[in-house]
């Protein structure tokens, strides 16, 4: 009894007088039919006791049954009397009582925005079905609701941009690069009302390459970090191009002093006081929520030389961000890189950034390259690179057979006297070949993966050197799954993510870059790391390869069982990020070259 008035004190706060004596006697009747179903069932000694305690229950349960109807005599004289008493309106309608709120009624928490912990996904494209993991330049920019946009790019479609904003109720901050004072002050006078300019300092020849969207809307941030430009092309609206996008939200905070910093966010900051962005709007950052970014480092280049931060810029800042996601190792690991275009590449280049992907922040490469005297030195070091390193650029038949053809190439390209130099690493290039199949990519990502977990600089090393460099099998593809994604504007160039030279004046290393560049990567989860290993190794017990373009007849377009096994890895991550290419890549015949443009 003592729990059933328990539950009629909880259930008290949101009942009337009459539910209250309604639910009093249910419980009366359930305990008597309790107590029925309890009395002894076997005669014998125990009968004339039974029979005196019936009696007696009887005799309360007759005075239980007299109250009851008492009660409910004084409940109907109650309800007359309030009947009387209340207004002669023929329209009075008796109100229920009031019953327990469902969940559904109850107040609810703020609701996250839409990508609160972040997601890649691909550039939708005319004429091929949408899926889950395409995003359309009306779904990233969401006009109805956006109210600032501060937007770089490399190419400008003035018109088509202005079709995507309601410049009614949207202020726009456009970095953008301008080649000298007159050229701005051109632009500046030729702009709606509500559009500004910011124009980041080149600091001699360079590009301002960078593409990053600040999207503010009533009670969230969105940052948007694509490879492609500000033009329809790159956004799918013809067809023939597709590119990647990152998108994180973040939620705004009652009070910017519980703003909790992270590396993502600080960085971000760096990034746009170099770019010349107004201080007032950078540090408005602090008005929203980082915390779901601690799996995201943004990493960016500046042009111009850096001789004191030169740690966090360009293929340095690279590596020094790995680290910082605890991803640093001194095993190899696995590098799939892909884009749009190539620069006068060599080992040094190709070796600094290995080392980046391995966690290291640009001296180990810098250290050797001061050492050594020859070019012959320069090509031994290659030797650990060359079979674990893969840069993925389309052929002149991938591009010619493509939707859009030849013409739908002009920002893709690498100079002929580049790729026939003896200097360029063309045994590391694959040819790119879209998933949606006639697509051609101006996306630039990097996957990295390591097979062990041995810290760099932790002093261990394996017991067995052959087994340590050894390449991996099929059955190995399960711990050979992306630890982490690169997804930005940079190519792969010295221009791009820099150079590390000795200071003529101080001896001290400096960073030298030519572009304005920036980017995000992205920890892959252990939850996720796992998932997409055990794919990888049904895969492999299946003998299934994930390359549609495995065949040729010279050798050096075969794949190897390394390949393979790699591929298959990459391919179990596409549940978790988009991967736009097919892997692993076809080598090049020895017949064949990329696709020139000039």
């Known amino acids: 009894m003592a729990d059933n008035l328990v539950d009629l004190t ?62 409910e005599e004084e409940r109907l004289q109650r309800l007359a009397k309030r009947r009387r008493t209340a207004s002669s309106d023929d329209d009075l309608v008796e109100v229920p009582p009031p019953k327990r709120k469902t969940p559904s009624e109850l107040p609810k928490s703020p609701s996250l925005p839409p990508f609160a912990n972040g997601v890649v996904k691909r550039t939708w494209a005319r004429g091929y079905p949408r899926t889950p993991e395409d995003i359309k330049i009306e779904e990233v920019f969401q006009k109805d609701k956006l109210l600032l946009a501060v937007l ?44 500004k300019f910011c124009f980041p300092a080149m600091n001699g ?3 301002m390459h960078s593409k990053l969207q600040l999207l503010k809307y009533a009670d969230y941030l ?87 931060e030169w740690q966090r810029i360009g293929y340095c800042g690279l590596g020094t961000s790995v680290a910082s996601l605890g991803l640093a190792t001194s095993d190899p690991v696995e590098v799939d890189l892909v884009c749009a275009s190539l620069g006068a590449i060599n080992s040094d280049l190709v070796g600094a950034m290995y080392n980046a992907c391995q966690g290291d922040d640009g001296m180990t490469e810098y250290n050797s390259r001061l050492s050594r005297a020859t070019k012959a030195k320069a090509l031994e070091s290659m ?80 017991d067995n050197v052959d087994e340590a460099e050894a390449e991996p099998t099929k059955t190995q593809a399960g711990r050979l799954s992306p630890d982490w994604v690169y997804v930005g504007s940079a190519n792969l160039s010295e221009s791009a993510w820099g150079r590390l030279v000795k200071d003529r004046a101080t001896g001290r290393p400096k960073l030298t870059c030519r572009n304005w560049e920036c980017g995000v990567v992205i920890r892959v989860s252990g939850a996720e790391r796992a998932r997409a290993g055990t794919g990888a190794r049904d895969a492999a ?20 069982e ?12 596409k549940d978790t990020i988009p991967v ?19």
């Open 562 to 573: 390394t390949d393979t096994a790699m591929g298959m890895a990459m391919g179990m991550l």
């Open 10 to 71: 909880e259930l008290g706060s949101d009942m009337d007088e009459e539910e209250a004596i309604r639910y009093a006697i249910a419980l009366s009747l359930q305990e008597q039919e309790s107590q029925d179903q309890l009395a002894p069932q076997n005669p014998g000694k125990e009968s004339s006791l039974s029979h005196k305690e019936s009696s007696s229950d009887s005799h309360k349960s007759g005075l239980l049954a007299l109250d009851r109807k008492k009660m």
């Open 222 to 308: 969105r940052v948007v970090i694509p490879t492609g430009n500000l033009v329809p092309y790159d956004w799918g609206e013809t067809g023939v191009m597709e590119n990647m996008v990152f998108l994180i939200d973040l939620p705004r905070v009652v009070n910017s002093a519980e703003h909790q910093p992270t590396a993502f966010s600080i960085e971000l900051g760096r990034f746009l006081k170099a770019s010349g962005v107004d201080h007032n709007m950078v540090d408005s950052l602090a008005n929203y929520d980082f915390t779901r970014t601690t799996h995201l480092r943004f990493v960016y280049s500046i042009p111009g030389g850096h001789l004191n």
């Open 205 to 207: 020849p360079g590009s």
């Open 152 to 195: 770089s790019s490399f190419q400008w479609d003035e018109e088509w941009i202005l079709s995507k904003v309601n410049l009614r109720q949207t202020k726009m901050l456009l970095l953008a690069f301008a080649p000298n004072e007159a050229q701005k002050t051109a632009m500046q006078s030729n702009v709606p009302h509500g559009i």
């Open 541 to 560: 017990s299946s003998g299934i390869s994930r390359n549609a373009n495995a065949g040729g007849d010279a050798p050096n377009t075969q794949l190897t």
């Open 383 to 462: 030797h650990p690179v060359k079979d674990r390193f893969r840069i993925y650029f389309p052929t002149e038949q991938t591009v010619a057979r493509s939707r859009g053809g030849r013409m739908a190439a002009g920002t893709i390209c690498v100079q002929a006297k580049w790729w026939r130099a003896p200097t360029f690493p063309t045994e590391l290039v694959r040819d790119c070949v879209n998933t949606r199949d006639g697509l051609l990519m101006h996306s630039k990502m990097i996957f990295v993966r390591k097979g062990q977990t041995q810290s760099r600089g932790s002093g261990q090393h394996a």
């Open 580 to 598: 736009p290419m097919q892997y692993p890549g076809r080598r090049y015949r020895d017949t064949e070259e990329p696709w020139f443009y000039s």
